[in-house]
């Protein structure tokens, strides 16, 4: 039995296969921007003149397609048909140019305060539709507590649109702003995407591979079946990092408060684990000019890479953030900070004569030492990074809380372990040791880290619950689940609801999960009182399946 | 994407999980509907607009300001600590010129809590205000400092603690005392012997709304700001003045809220009282936050909100435009003698009875001001509990001369040999030195 994973990354596609003890197969072809299906076909190809075909059960594909359509703006117009009510002004949120706001509002219990205007909205319609708008974004303010508004936009656009996203189904989280752009993505990559998965399907046909499973992977880390992922595209987007992090669950076996590095050709992702888990974004990840509520792996990333460029200004030495070509070992013409750790013989790659040639006629051009400039490139660019994570991690442990027991009881992370992968990872394991004195590790097998992450990382949902017991009322937005519930409704009522939602949405999903998986993260229950007696409660649960790996090796 | 003119750190602490009794309106559900609409808008991805979380205040940080009885750790619960550490939280991210602003949006509220402490009065324990502006004070040198309260209720604590302080200017926006609790604040209350004019009561006829809180801003806050030329503003920013709340009879809005913050410019402001949960506090903290940061705030209007039939009747705009130079004259032309405290010897002496509603007892109370021609005098307390054990404070302030402050310490050791004191505090804010005996 096979598990396969791909990751179509900026400049190359990894892919493996996954026996039940260990890797078979890998393979590295280069990524052809304008055609990242035939990058993955290629890569597939590879795999399967080394294995079973009849072997492989399942395929995890980590993509750039979303992510690419998007900040490329090669997207479809989307009409955007929002309802706001009092607070900002919903215009600050404009996405596109066809973008409508209809008198209408809710409160925060979710209560009409002012009916939706249907003429209004009558009239937005009409006027995409005479822009030739056939996919439609409808978002109103507190829809994760009251869906109805989004529900009658929906009716009223009914047969205009090909595809329509509503607010609630994205999360149960309140973000407005955040609601609506991430609806607006959503909606613009979804033509693209699905003639995608569609490509993807027939591909699979025509090799043999009809019958296995497959699954696209989030930036949370985890995966979605292809058949859900049709309808909520943007959940694919910044996926790579995410699967190089899960990747080094799979390659060790992390139990302590750690960082992560991957470092790249551009840039270096640092993530934080808390324990033995990966972070995880409180709102969402940016992307675009606009911040979403995409659920991410917390991945800071800097200018920092094996192309960074090294540059002298008024005598200090600087690397990155910018990439001016290759290496001097490959062919380019400005030293980088491959170039420097050649220069040390801490790394061996590409040419290497003329990478060393270059390095020292770059240094005398300067009048510096070919080894200070070495010294001083590698320091400065571990100063980079130490300073980032410092800051990171100062970051995460001020990130407020909410109740005196959480403030009083102050967990701080403090890491205690770091491991590094990507290109240059083995050559700048000790100068990182040496500058953070903590135990740092390459693990085996960490160049092709991203896509065996991808192979292995299980499929993950998240949903809030939200109770009223005064209007006897709980909503589980994301599902779009409403329910008729008794006064004596309490949070562990709420709590086993929300699990067995979470675990029947899985199996809707044809993911088999015994539940171990699955944790409530926060829930919280409030007396609701009026006058001076108690009229209800107001009862709020999240529960995920929480991001991990199936199995790991090492 | 939203860009903040002043940047601006929020300190959102609702201490979700403490209350003074379940049905209290000091409760876990207060500040809930407030994130919720926080959260909604988006408030925190604005640039420039920041959360953070507070620190936790320490004992000395309240026995800078307090004279506590029995202790500080018996009068203020952790809540209160976090609190008050909101507070210093707002003014270390303005002091140290992290952010140019700050809001802490922390519960429970402190402007009642009084000079002495022996409980809590009026749901306030510790004065969160004061305590933050001592620190300041403390560790950024001698500040002047002008207080606007706009909560609904008179802050009568601050108004205590700040008495005998000319440095700080306490100016209380509030419905009249004759109408609601806790009964005083009036324009005759204008500040201790060193510090007449220092303290500058308004009090509102009830059903005063938009336009003459924006009257009083206009014609009597603003001016009397101006002349004073404070280092500091700070908004002890109660929210009890909505027309909704419930435990009020005013008629001011989240967008008069917002008005007000946007002509006061305040430095920091902070939390105080303001119980309509959800009808008021999610849209008027959402109107202080956008005001504060210097994002357009017009479209913030609550349920129900209709400006006619909230406004006010010309007879109290003319009411309110007669007290506005009645109040300007506190500032400007303070009268020559304190209306409390009577002359015995060289102090400056006041017996008052203070009720604890929030625990409902008597705290019987002497203080004394050494009336000194070299700085603002020497201060002490002394006080007892009803059947309670008596207690003593004494306060050496900052900028004491050498008099005062040696005066301070031969009356310590005369109330150390005489023994009558059960509990005896110190506060010498002019060498740091703070003293419990007796604890």
New interface residues.
């Given amino acids: 039995m096979l598990l396969l994973g791909i990751d179509v990354g900026g400049t190359h596609t990894d892919a493996v296969a996954i026996g039940p003890d260990g890797l078979e197969a890998q393979v590295k072809v280069a990524t052809e921007h304008d055609n990242l299906l035939s990058s993955i076909k290629n890569s597939l190809g590879e795999i399967l003149r080394h294995t079973d075909p009849a072997r492989i059960k399942q395929l995890n594909l980590s993509t750039t397609l979303s992510t690419n359509s998007i900040v490329e703006g090669n997207y479809e117009d989307v009409g955007v048909i929002v309802s706001a009510g009092p607070g900002l002004d919903p215009h600050s949120f404009m996405t596109c140019k066809d973008f409508h706001v209809i008198p209408g509002s809710l409160d925060h219990r979710g209560s009409e305060t002012k009916r939706l205007d249907n003429l209004a909205l009558e009239g937005a319609i009409a006027s995409c539709r005479n822009s030739g708008i056939k996919v439609y974004a409808a978002i109103t303010k507190f829809s994760p507590r009251n869906p109805s508004h989004e529900k009658s936009i929906e009716l009223a656009i009914g047969d205009n649109a090909d595809f329509i996203t509503l607010g609630h189904q994205i999360t149960g989280r309140l973000n407005f702003p955040r609601r609506i752009s991430t609806a607006f993505y959503n909606c613009a990559v979804w033509r693209v995407f699905n003639k995608f998965a569609d490509a993807i399907s027939a591909t699979l046909d025509e090799m043999g591979l009809g019958q296995i499973k497959v699954n696209i992977l989030k930036a949370d880390g985890g995966t979605m079946p292809l058949d859900l992922s049709r309808k909520v595209p943007v959940q694919s987007i910044f996926s790579g990092p995410a699967a190089s992090v899960m990747g080094i669950i799979a390659l060790s076996n992390i139990t302590h408060d750690s960082i992560i590095y991957d470092i790249g050709g551009t840039t270096t992702d640092i993530a934080i684990f808390a324990g033995g888990s990966p972070l995880i974004e409180q709102e969402g990840i940016h992307i675009g000019s606009h911040p979403t509520l995409v659920r991410a792996l917390k991945v800071h990333s800097i200018g920092i890479g094996g192309d960074s460029a090294i540059s002298i200004m008024d005598g200090s030495v600087r690397v990155g953030p910018n990439r001016l070509g290759p290496s001097i070992a490959f062919g380019g013409e400005i030293p980088t900070l491959t170039d420097a750790l050649i220069w040390k013989d801490s790394c061996s790659c590409g040419n290497i004569e003329q990478s060393k040639a270059g390095f020292s006629a770059f240094a005398a051009g300067n009048v510096m030492e070919a080894d200070r400039l070495a010294d001083q490139a590698i320091g400065y660019a571990v100063d980079r990074i130490h300073d980032s994570t410092r800051a990171l991690v100062d970051e995460i442990n001020q990130q407020p809380v909410y109740t005196i027991h959480e403030l009083l009881e102050n967990r701080k992370i403090i890491p205690r372990k770091i491991y590094i992968m990507g290109g240059p990872a083995q050559a700048m394991k000790m100068d990182v040791f040496r500058k953070f004195r903590l135990s740092t590790e390459v693990p085996q097998n960490y160049d092709v880290a991203n896509a065996i992450g991808a192979a292995l990382t299980r499929t993950t949902t998240e949903l809030e619950l939200f109770a009223d017991t005064e209007r006897g009322l709980m909503f589980i937005p994301s599902l779009g689940h409403r329910e008729n519930i008794p006064r004596n409704y309490r949070i562990e009522d709420a709590e086993k609801d929300a699990m067995n939602h979470l675990l029947a949405h899985l199996g809707e999903m044809h993911v088999a999960s015994d539940g171990s998986n699955a944790q409530i993260t926060s829930s919280s229950s409030f007396n609701m009182v009026s006058g001076s007696s108690t009229v209800g409660r107001n009862i709020r649960v999240k529960c995920q399946i929480k991001p991990g790996v199936d199995r790991t090796y090492s | 994407?939203?860009k903040a003119e002043n940047s601006l750190g929020i300190i959102?602490?609702?201490?979700?999980?403490?209350a003074i009794s379940?049905?209290h309106p000091e409760?876990?559900?207060r500040l809930?509907?407030t994130?919720?609409?926080l959260?909604?808008?988006?408030l925190f991805?604005i640039e420039g607009i920041r959360?953070?979380?507070?620190e936790?205040a320490s004992s000395e940080d309240i026995e800078r300001v307090h004279f506590c009885f029995p202790e500080a750790e018996a009068v203020a619960t952790?809540?209160h600590c976090?609190s008050a550490g909101g507070a210093i939280k707002a003014a270390e991210l303005v002091m140290s010129g992290e952010r140019e602003r700050a809001f802490a949006l922390v519960r429970p509220p402190g402007h009642h809590a009084m000079k002495t402490v022996q409980g809590s009065r009026g749901f306030c324990a510790i004065n969160i205000e004061a305590i933050m502006c001592e620190y300041i004070r403390e560790k950024y040198g001698p500040k002047r400092i002008a207080i606007v309260d706009t909560d609904c209720h008179h802050g009568d604590g601050t108004q205590d603690v700040y008495w005998h302080d000319p440095d700080t200017l306490f100016i209380s926006l509030h419905q009249d005392g004759r109408t609601l609790y806790p009964g005083t604040g009036f324009p005759k209350e204008c500040g201790g012997p060193k510090a007449l004019g220092r303290t500058v009561n308004i009090p509102l006829p009830p059903n005063t709304s938009d336009a003459g809180f924006m009257m009083v801003m206009e014609n009597a806050v603003m001016p009397i700001l101006e002349d004073f030329k404070p280092d500091l503003i700070i908004n002890s920013a109660g929210q009890d003045n909505h027309f909704t709340d419930?435990i009020t009879n005013m008629n001011f809005s989240a967008q008069g809220y917002a008005a007000l913050n946007s002509m006061l410019k305040p430095d920091i402001a902070v939390l105080e009282g303001g119980y309509a949960i959800?009808g008021a506090l999610?849209?008027v903290n959402?109107g202080i936050s956008?005001a504060m940061a210097g994002?357009?705030y017009?479209?913030?209007?609550?349920?129900g909100f209709n400006p006619e039939t909230l406004r006010e009747s010309d007879e109290i705009i003319d009411y309110i435009a007669t007290l506005c130079e009645g109040v300007k004259d506190v500032y400007f032309t303070p009268p020559s003698e304190s209306i409390e405290g009577v002359i015995s010897g060289e102090w400056s002496v006041r017996h008052r009875n203070i009720f604890y509603d929030t625990e409902g007892f008597t705290e019987s109370q002497t203080e004394s001001l050494l009336l000194c021609d070299h700085c603002r005098g020497l201060l002490k307390v002394e006080t007892q509990r009803e059947g309670g054990p008596m207690g003593f404070g004494l306060e050496i302030p900052a900028a004491a001369c050498d008099k005062c402050r040696n005066h301070g310490y031969s009356l310590l050791e005369e109330a150390q040999v005489k023994s009558r004191y059960r509990y005896i505090q110190l506060i010498n804010r002019r060498d740091k030195d703070y003293l419990r005996y007796g604890f």
């Fill in positions: 994407m939203l959102f602490f609702p201490a979700f999980d403490w379940p049905t409760r876990e559900e809930l509907y994130q919720d609409q959260r909604e808008e988006g991805d959360e953070y979380k507070p936790v952790r809540s976090i419930p959800q999610p849209y959402l956008l994002v357009d017009s479209h913030v209007r609550e349920p």
